[in-house]
Structures are given as C-alpha cells and as structure tokens.
C-alpha cells in the first residue's frame, strides 16, 4: 500500500457517553488564544476589556450558526430543504468556512455599530482569532478523517482508513493544505503588525486576511474532493464560487485602509480606556464628596472657638 495510513481514533477517551475529540481541544484552543488576540487589538486602539468580553459570547453565536447554515444550505441544499430539523443536529457535522466568515462579520457590523466602533478596528481584531481558527479546525478535520481530498497517486497521500471508503484510495491531504496556508495568513498577520512598529492602520489586517485566507480556499478545492456533485459545465466548485467575493472584499478593504489619513486614524482611537474613565469618575466624585466633608467640618470647628454670642 503506497502513501500513509491514517487510522487514528478521533476520541482522546470515552467514558460511558462522555467523549474527548481532538477537534473539542482544539477548538478550545482556538477560542482561548483567539479571545488573546483579539483583546489585545482592541486594547491597542483604547477599547476595555469589558468590550471585548461583550462580544466573545456573540462572535462565537454568530460564527456556528453561520458555518452551519451555510454548509447546509450552499452543499446539501435539497436534503435539509425537505428536512430543515436537520439543521439543528449539529453533532452530525457539516460546517462550513464561508459561512463562519459571514456569520462572524454580521455579529462584527450589528455589534460595532451598536457600540460606536468602528467596524476596520473591531475586524482587525477577529481576524487573527480567524486564522488561527483555520489552522485548528482544518487539523481538526484531519483528526476526524473528513472532508478529505481527491484521489491522488502522489508520494504524500493518504489512506484514510475511517472514510467512508475505508482506506481503499490513495488521496491528498487536503485538510493539512488548508491549515498550512492558514499558518501562512497568521504569520502574514504577524508580519504586517512587526512592520507597522506600533502604528495603527485599521482595516489593514481585515484585508491582508481575506484576499489571503480565500485565495489559498479557492485553490485548495482543486485537491478537495467534492462535497456536491460536480457540474461538468461549469470549471468552478462551490467553494470557489464563495471565495472569489471575499477576496474581492478583501481588496476594496485593504485599499481604503491605505489611504486612511493619520487625522482619520486618530478620530478612531479611543482617548481613554472606558474602564478606566469610570474608575476617574469614581475617584473625582469620592474626592468632592470628603472635600465638602473637610469644609463642613472646618466650619462646625470655627463656630465652636467663637463661642455663644453674647
């Protein structure tokens, strides 16, 4: 048998109807470093850890239900039509990429709106949580043995064995493709931030992520194997066609981040950190409170050296 053999159990343990997958662990992960990055982008441009906090529990709403709606209406469109309970059992897998991006930016523009953020800054920070999310869930799906690639017959394939074929052919690796190209993005990301030396350009992260991420995604799925049918008329797969307008978005994103003027920049940055006006505030209030206290005293002091007037 020529290649690797990959039959490795997706399930660290299982006790009675408790199950450890690798793929929980690293989406752990994912949401623990990510909320890391994310937070410290926000922090650059003066927003509190309170901020940040407010939307994880919406960025993370957001991202699974756009992943899973995507992926079941884009890829087995007239299965969950005919059935659409089918959409809520999620413990059967089906997530999509595209649709976590959507799901996550909706949140993004709802909740930047709703707090008076601008959206290029609250995007800057998602996108480093996004890619390293690429990275991990793409292992994850190797861990899995799922959404495995085409039949190949090169010296680095794969046999995997728990695929519904069993291991009879050789196929690409297509998953560790895409998680290598999402390292690429993340170190692009890293890159970027090193040659902006602490200088804020909003925007430039959101647009270096999206033409790069879906860039690699659209030729990834020439070693995909398909999800739908093929359409021998038309050259495109569905991934394709779904990753062409993010990477035009992309491009219009990265050009208006460029030419944002240091004045523009400078009206996004909060001027101090929301938590740490209040606790001034708090600090002003309690130092006029015990002012007034110290005059009243002094006062009472004063009338009782005068004496009663005679």
Known sequence: MHGFVWNVDPNIFVIGPIRLRYYGILLAITLLVGYYFFQKQMKKYGYSEEVSMDFLFWG??????????????????SHFINNPLEVLKIWKGGISSHGATV??????????????????????GIVFAAALGAILFRIGNFMNSEIVGRVTAVPWGV????????????????????AAGGL???????AVEFYLKGK???????????IGYFTFRFFVEYFKEFQIDPNNTFPL???QCLSIPFVIIGIYILIRSLQLKPEAIELMVV???????????????????IEKQNKSKQQKKSTAKKGPLK
């Not at 799901?103 to 609250?122: D, T, V």
């Not at 804020?200 to 999206?210: A, E």
Request: hydrophobic residues 40%; glycine residues 8%.
């Open 60 to 77: 993370i709403l957001s991202t699974f239900i756009g992943a899973r709606l995507a992926h079941c209406y884009f890829y087995e469109t």
């Open 103 to 124: 799901g996550l930016f909706i949140s993004a523009i709802w909740f930047a709106r709703s707090r008076k953020i601008p959206f290029a800054i609250l995007g800057d």
């Open 159 to 178: 046999h995997f064995m728990r695929y519904s074929d069993n291991g009879l052919y050789l196929r690409h690796p297509s998953q560790l493709y895409e």
């Open 184 to 190: 690429i993005v993340l170190l692009s990301l890293f």
């Open 200 to 210: 804020k350009r909003p925007g430039i992260f959101s647009g270096v992520f999206l």
């Open 237 to 239: 797969t569905m991934g």
């Open 271 to 289: 001027k101090e950190v929301p938590e740490k006006t209040e606790s001034k505030k708090a600090a002003a209030k309690k130092k006029k409170t």
